[in-house]
Nanobody, 125 residues
């Protein structure tokens, strides 16, 4: 059974940093597409970043490039999202997701069927 558990969220001031972690169980993070998503109150869920089984990373918005970095630790079976220079508009619930896909890159249209429960990130100005 695939299980994903996020952690690392919290409240920070603008310009601060957080590192989110997503621990997977029931499979290896190197065997699937892993994605980070976020959903702000009253807004649709949006993709943040994804990492393929081969380790290729895609960032879904130009505003995130250079501020957010996705990585993984195979030994810990964990993926991370390092967030820096946080802005109030980054406030959202952040979710980790996983899906089977063997291509070099996780396509933006990939439908993820395994999700964590999320971790809240709040950035104050």
């Amino acid at each position: 059974q695939v299980q994903l558990v996020e952690s690392g969220g919290g409240s920070v001031q603008a310009g601060g940093s957080l590192r989110l972690a997503c621990v997977a169980s029931g499979y290896r993070v190197t065997s699937k597409c892993m994605g980070w998503f976020r959903q702000a109150p009253g807004k649709e869920r949006e993709g943040v970043a994804s990492m393929s089984m081969r380790g290729f990373i895609s960032y879904y918005a130009d505003s995130l490039k250079g501020r957010f970095t996705m990585s993984r630790d195979s030994a810990k079976n964990t993926v991370y999202l390092q967030m820096s220079s946080l802005r109030p508009e980054d406030t959202a619930m952040y979710y980790c997701a996983a899906e089977d896909y063997t291509g070099n890159w996780c396509p933006p249209s990939l439908e993820y069927n395994s999700w964590g429960r999320g971790t809240q990130v709040t950035v104050s100005s």
